[in-house]
């Protein structure tokens, strides 16, 4: 016991320093959202409803994309472990340029099908009408991101975690000055209403991207030699177009059942569902700490397996899985006690702060199996387990949870406390079977990818 605790208190620094800069980053990112929403709230409920809608429709959007990022992380911090930086940087080539591609073809998408999109997730013709142009800017910014997204999987891959943090700072700094600057056409700026809103996100954006392309091409250079020519590979062009597509296609599982998940509770009245997003908004707070503690279970298991260490990269996971776990111990504890107070800072109808406080108390303990899951997925991550995390993942999300929920808060008649037993049953069950997947791994055969 006395020699693993020696252990742990020598790797909790290593673990602190990569994650701490990933919560801020992850931070800026959830705070920027509720300040721009406070911001474009006084233009009416139909604005908030477009903002709401956009935010589903962009999140899926990145969760598709989101795998170019998640196999450079994994892969680069493989390569980092084993000196192979020239075949780190050709993956991130081959990553970019899909990467781009696919950007390419998400601007598309906003520039000709923004009113469509809305029309067909039911849509009435007024939102449609003043959401069109706020969803095609939101879909530009997205487009930003995924590429920016790859130069961050490749900072982290080299344990490189503050320039995102500065990156994400910058960004959502932008986004917040030009959404008060554009939406009422403050400091001198043109007012152009919603609309502004979304074009500050898309110059937060573009202005992350460049910042993160200036320092991949330029900074690290004469490190990595990250301007030069590769010659086509297929056989790493397939590696990259396969990793990427099944960490993608496990994202979007997960954010879809959510949407799904949200739609049931939506069926339940305006009370319920307002109850169930400051539930969800206080259960973003321990998300933070959850994914930023993946992230670096990835790096760590990722560059230890490209040393040649695998015992001490699946110690490292466990350390990462012990440290992120006490961080969400203590936030659960404070939100289980004051589950009223906490939701009284959203609201000051008692009906909803009220239901909002239960789930609250739910939700409390539900982030410590949450972090778990994040945890023990990043892990395999970096270990390179994609296609077990993509098999589970479309499994339990869509022939357990979704199910579930249905069953709970309809057929049974529980309402939003059994749309949130049902998380809480999935979220556990999912943590559980990743645990089990991390501690029976033959780490003897961990090989590179």
């Not at 919560?23 to 929403?37: C, E, K, P, Q, R």
């Not at 487009?143 to 490189?160: P, W």
């Not at 979007?252 to 939506?266: D, H, N, P, R």
């Not at 778990?372 to 499994?395: C, E, I, K, Q």
């Amino acid at each position: 016991m006395n020699k693993w605790l020696a252990e742990f208190t020598r790797h909790w620094k290593l673990i602190l320093g990569l994650a701490l800069p990933s919560i801020i980053s992850f931070a800026s990112g959830t705070v920027t959202g509720t300040i721009n929403l406070i911001m474009v709230g006084p233009m009416g409920a139909l604005v908030i409803a477009v903002v709401g809608v956009s935010n589903i429709i962009a999140y899926n959007a990145w969760a598709l994309c989101s795998g170019f990022g998640y196999s450079v992380n994994y892969l680069v911090a493989q390569n980092y472990g084993s000196g192979q930086m020239d075949q780190a940087v050709r993956r991130t080539y081959i990553a970019l340029y899909v990467g781009v591609g696919v950007a390419l073809l998400v601007v598309l998408t906003g520039w000709l099908m923004p009113a469509l999109i809305l029309k067909l997730i039911g849509g009435s013709s007024e939102l449609v009408t003043t959401g069109a142009d706020y969803l095609k800017l939101r879909l530009f910014a997205i487009a930003c991101f995924t590429v920016s997204f790859v130069f961050h999987g490749f900072l982290r891959g080299i344990g490189d975690t503050r320039t995102p943090m500065l990156m994400s700072l910058i960004a959502n700094g932008a986004m917040i000055f030009f959404t008060y600057a554009l939406t009422y056409g403050n400091l001198g700026f043109p007012e152009l209403g919603l609309p502004g809103a979304g074009l500050a996100v898309l110059i937060g954006e573009a202005l992350g991207l460049i910042g993160s392309a200036y320092v991949y091409f330029f900074r690290l250079h004469h490190r990595y030699g990250t301007r030069r020519r590769f010659s086509f590979d297929r056989s790493e062009f397939r590696l990259i177009v396969g990793e990427s597509g099944k960490l993608g296609v496990q994202e979007l599982a997960m954010s879809g059942a959510m949407f799904i998940f949200t739609i049931f509770v939506t069926r339940l009245g305006t009370e319920a569902l307002a109850a169930n997003e400051i539930a969800l908004n206080v259960m973003a707070l321990g998300y933070m700490p959850a994914f930023a503690f993946g992230a670096t279970a990835t790096i760590l298991v990722g560059q230890e397996i490209g040393r040649g260490e695998p015992y001490l990269a699946r110690r490292l996971g466990t350390d990462v899985a012990v440290l992120g776990s006490l961080f969400l111990l203590v936030l659960g504890i404070a939100e289980f006690a004051f589950p009223e107070r906490v939701a009284r800072l959203y609201t000051s109808d008692p009906a909803v702060y009220t239901l909002a406080g239960q789930l609250i108390m739910i939700s409390a303990f539900l982030q410590l199996f949450d972090g778990l899951l994040n945890y023990y997925a990043g892990a395999l991550r970096g270990l390179g387990d994609t296609t077990f995390l993509l098999r589970v993942s479309l499994l339990l999300n869509w022939l357990v949870f979704i199910p579930l929920a249905y069953v709970l808060t309809f057929t049974v008649g529980l309402g939003s406390t059994g749309a949130w037993i049902s998380l809480y049953v999935f979220l556990a069950l999912f943590a559980i079977v990743l645990c089990i997947r991390f501690y029976r791994t033959n780490w003897d055969a961990a090989r590179l990818k």
